[in-house]
């Protein structure tokens, strides 16, 4: 595990607000010189803690529809579920493949435009690997409250640090055009890159691409520069945790208190097996436990259960439709 130090910790969270600001600009909020800044940056991408800059880009302002597969396995070696894992990862709909621990083993997201690519997809899969699916669910996504990663500034972490990051979905499709398209797609896993480099890529100037991401962002498809930081490396685990509702009339109250953890990075709602999900960052399993029982302490009788699942692994992951 690597252990960082408050600066660290500060750098990460002003990366993760927004890492196209510059190295200027974070020195000064979290008191250092550029160099330094520049210097620890360097360590941690060497280490492995940061893992890519990226573009957080809203595939339903693009006209996709997020479409979720979660899959239980049965009578599959490991051989078995590595020919199914690289089945989905080479289908270029797909923007996410992982593995899970809990009441499913495999996750599936697919951005389609036409539900009919979903369709033609999907029954291909369940016709090669149907007989390995115990069980499967799907549920279409609806919407994400992005939250910043607060638990970075551990007992310094304020009120103000829980405010909503991004709001994915509920959007108007945006219009855009090819060279939108070939800008999305450069800063999409790239978030970092220089304007001059990215006018040289492109062929167009640097002034016309500010201007374009300027309206990326005005028309909701931009929602914000962010980075991903492998949460392992430094002691913590993602975990994702499934809520049913008895009474689902306090749900807006629930996610009004729920917020206010700092540990929380993601609120989704998705149609299919929970009425509202819950991502963390936490050094042990056992702090959802009691988050979730403070919950059901202070909202008795609104919630009638919930599922905690381990993530373990990653093996597709795109930032931006391949296939637009």
């Not at 304007?195 to 002034?207: G, H, P, T």
């Not at 909701?220 to 002691?235: M, P, S």
């Not at 749900?251 to 993601?266: A, E, M, T």
């Amino acid at each position: 595990m690597i252990k960082l130090d408050k600066k660290d910790r500060k750098i990460l969270y002003q990366l993760d607000m927004d890492c196209r600001q510059s190295s200027n600009q974070i020195g000064r909020k979290v008191g250092l010189p550029r160099s330094v800044v520049n210097y620890r940056i360097s360590r941690l991408n060497e280490q492995g803690v940061t893992r890519n800059f990226y573009t957080l880009i809203d595939p339903m302002a693009l006209g996709f529809i997020p479409i979720r597969i979660h899959i239980k396995f049965q009578y599959a070696t490991t051989e078995t579920i590595k020919e199914i894992i690289d089945y989905f990862v080479q289908i270029k709909h797909t923007t996410l493949v992982g593995m899970a621990e809990g009441f499913f083993n495999l996750s599936v997201v697919m951005d389609v435009r036409d539900i009919h690519d979903f369709y033609d997809a999907w029954q291909d899969a369940k016709e090669r690997y149907g007989h390995y699916f115990q069980n499967h669910t799907l549920s279409f996504f609806v919407s994400e409250m992005r939250f910043n990663q607060s638990y970075l500034l551990e007992n310094e972490a304020k009120k103000h640090h829980r405010e909503i990051f991004a709001y994915v979905g509920k959007r108007k499709v945006a219009e855009i055009d090819n060279m939108d398209v070939e800008i999305l797609q450069a800063i999409s896993s790239n978030a970092t890159i220089a304007l001059v480099e990215l006018s040289k890529k492109l062929e167009i100037s640097a002034v016309a691409i500010s201007y374009r991401l300027k309206k990326l962002i005005e028309n909701g498809v931009i929602l914000g520069y962010k980075i991903d930081i492998d949460a392992n490396k430094i002691g913590y685990q993602k975990v994702k945790v499934y809520v049913n509702l008895r009474d689902f009339g306090n749900r807006n109250k629930i996610i009004h208190f729920i917020k206010y953890n700092h540990n929380l990075i993601n609120i989704d709602t998705n149609t299919g097996e929970s009425d509202i999900e819950f991502d963390f960052v936490v050094e042990e399993v056992d702090w959802i436990r009691e988050i979730m029982g403070d919950l059901i302490d202070r909202f008795p009788n609104s919630i009638k259960n919930y599922d905690i699942i381990s993530h373990i692994r990653l093996y597709k992951y795109v930032y931006f439709p391949e296939y637009l």
